[in-house]
């Protein structure tokens, strides 16, 4: 079993891959919440990943990785057999987990799989753990069978309606408020920035519910070095790989996160993905420039 | 040789790229000396009776001796001399602020250049890399202890070379995927090649030293952890200041605003420069402005250069002289066109409606009256603004301790700042546990991190075979006193560490130490030596291998150099502890 090996790999909805990686290390330390920083290759960027499952006796952890960008489009093509270059954690602080009482997980994108390790360790806390998991249609919803097992509610949402109910997470939890009337303790959500930005809005509004996102920031050390994942929070600089990444949801300036740090390379990401093919990879920039000073 | 001759030959500059050229691409600014140009700039050393730029080298290389060597044209052993003393002299030559610390001292400086030791430093470890006549690495036997480095940084490095030397079993744990911290994601390949770093980690691998990449300690690992679940006898803790400092100002978490590791860690360890080939990406502007006056802004500035930019710039709060940049940096980004804006400070960062940067706002400073430092303070001009127009902003303003490893160490005390207190040897309020290098000072230099590392190794020693009963006998002289700074007996070797105090500032000449061992009134010799010059305040270390294990009692006799005995000194094996 070499280094960061791929025992196992499932493409479970379209796009969506879980990969059970040989990282005993890791396995042997990861707490529910926490993330990993993963290089494909010796090119690759950093990126984080969070933690979806951990078997400290095989030694094994297991993520989800959502094809999207080009380290995701690379992992989509890797082997059961292969390796990744660099995997490093587990990083930042684990979950927030005692016993609330009632606590309803969202989940929505990546997200769905990410709660999971949440769900089964504030379940253990003796909480009554509701799950709303969210995808665009039913084609894309996953792990529903395996929330039934740490959950005592699971409702699935899609926003065309194909599956369970219509709408988004906020729509259910508003619904579980306004309508329902449900006492609700806690709440947590994973998933893309704009649907737990909507949540906290939705929480604040609504007698401001304890709410915490684990928030989604671009990162390269991972360990506080280089201030990428800085995010304003109460009104301070926070770095989400060392103080987070949970944070208490309704202290986020989420505008300035959504729409200001996390859209930053956009222009680099897009390049990134086109130039993914050998043809135009040996285009690239760099050599071209290279050429043109050795010859002049 | 005369002297006279040696006055005579004047400073030999290191032959550069010009700077048009190199302000465009990442190869590294100076060729370096050749032979002939290494001989004469040698042959400008007096080779000094008393050499003050030993005294300032935070690890003490033998600068004279490895000179000598080179006037000879032994270039080899002239970088075998100065690894006695340094395990990285090919990055040492590069990055040491030379001119603050042993060229500062050289007697030449005060009429005109002082010799070029950095840079003969770098031709003789240059000379020795690319010979392919790297000596075997001395196999030690094992001495049964197993130490665990954090951090492959220059202390950490540092740390490992000693102590793999003295047959401990070395680990370096590192958190990123490539060994040399602030080497490799810190200093750009035109200043330091990572090639020479590659090298000289090689170097301690082939010695023995294990390395563990990807690995936070503090996370994947806690210090107590290391000495209960892996057995170590002894942990160093090397991580560096990595926390970055922000102003505070509006504007800062704007898209264009990086702090400089972030910036330098994409462009260095990332390869961002190298993009897309290697897939980090890195904002590039044409209009950049750097915030800070030290080594980490001049990088950044001139990676900034390097990467298409039109304009950058230096913003920075004091005058020139007081910035902390090594002069050659300075000097290097002013040739390249870099432009400086001294006795400025950022005060806002407007954007636009996207969230991206577009100016910056600074007030212009005065120099006030001294502060507690004796540096002229600098003073905010009152409604004195102008606004640089930016696309690119990078924050170099120093770095905050790292907190990683302290949060999840409790009981290892730390200072206001959050730096690790230490005693003057690295020992940290936690029994086995050192720090030193930035994670204890603060950010500070290359060279002063690696005399931490070196000063660690030799607690870690001294605390895991810890000192024997030492009975002395007519110890003191008038005016001189040798001071036992350590003596111990291990398994296998006698150790002596003997420190000059010397309230007459004189140093002594040829002194001579021996060890022997006494049994039935017979005494023989095991080693002996002679120090030709004892400065005050100096350090001499002294080991040799036991004859016997069975015998308890050493006897060390110092002679001066008319052969009288200064002092005996009997060292019976009687564990303290």
Redo the contacts between chains.
Sequence with gaps: MSKFEILKKEEFVPNFYKLDIAVPGIAKKAKAGQFILVMVDKQSEKIPLTILDWDEEKGTISFIVQELGLSTSKMAFMEEGDSFYSIVGPLGEPAYLENFGTVVLGGGCYGVGAVFPIAKGLKALGNYVITIIEAKNENLLYYEEEYKTVSDEVILVTTDGSKGERGHIYDVLDNMIEVQKRKIDHIKVIGCNVMMSKVSKLTKEKGAIPTYATVTTIMVDGTGMCGSCRLSYDGKTKFACVDGPEFDAHKIDWDELIHVRNTSYITEETLGLQNFSPECRSLAKYQERTKEEEAS | MKSKERMQIPFTDMPTQPPQVRA??FREVPYGYSEEMAIQEANRCLNCKKPKCVEGCPVRVPIPEFISLVQEGKFLEAAWKIKERNVLPAVCGRVCPQETQCEAQCIRGKKGRSVGIGNLERFVADYERLSGHIPEPIRVSKNGKKVAIVGSGPSGLTTAGDLILQGYEVTVYE???LGGGVLV?GIPEFRLPKSVVQFEIQNLENAGVKFV????IG???GIDELFTEDGYDAVYVGVGA???V?M?IPG?????V??A??YL??SNL??A?????????L?TGKNVVVVGGGNVAMDSARTALRLDADNVYIVYRRSREQMPARLEEVHHAEEEGIQFRLLSNPVEIMGDE??RIESIRCQRYELGEPDKSGRARPVPIEGDYFVLNSDLIIIAIGNKA???ITMTTPDLEVNKWGNIVTDELGRTSKPFVYAGGDIVTGAATVISAMGAGRRAAMAIHEDLFPTTEVKTEGFTIPKETLEIKHAAIYPKTVYLRLNLINSSEKELDQVKIRISHVHDFFETTMFETTIPRWSPGEEHEFDCPRIDKNEKEYLITINDLHGKIMSKIIVAEEVKR
């Design positions: 465009k691409n958190a990123f995927h994601y990449y990807d690995s936070v996370r994947i690992r990595g926390l970055p922000f505070n800062e978490n704007l898209q264009g990086y702090s590791n972030e860690t994409r990332m390869k420069y190298l993009y897309p080939e290697y897939n980090t990406p904002l996207k969230g790292n907190p990683l």
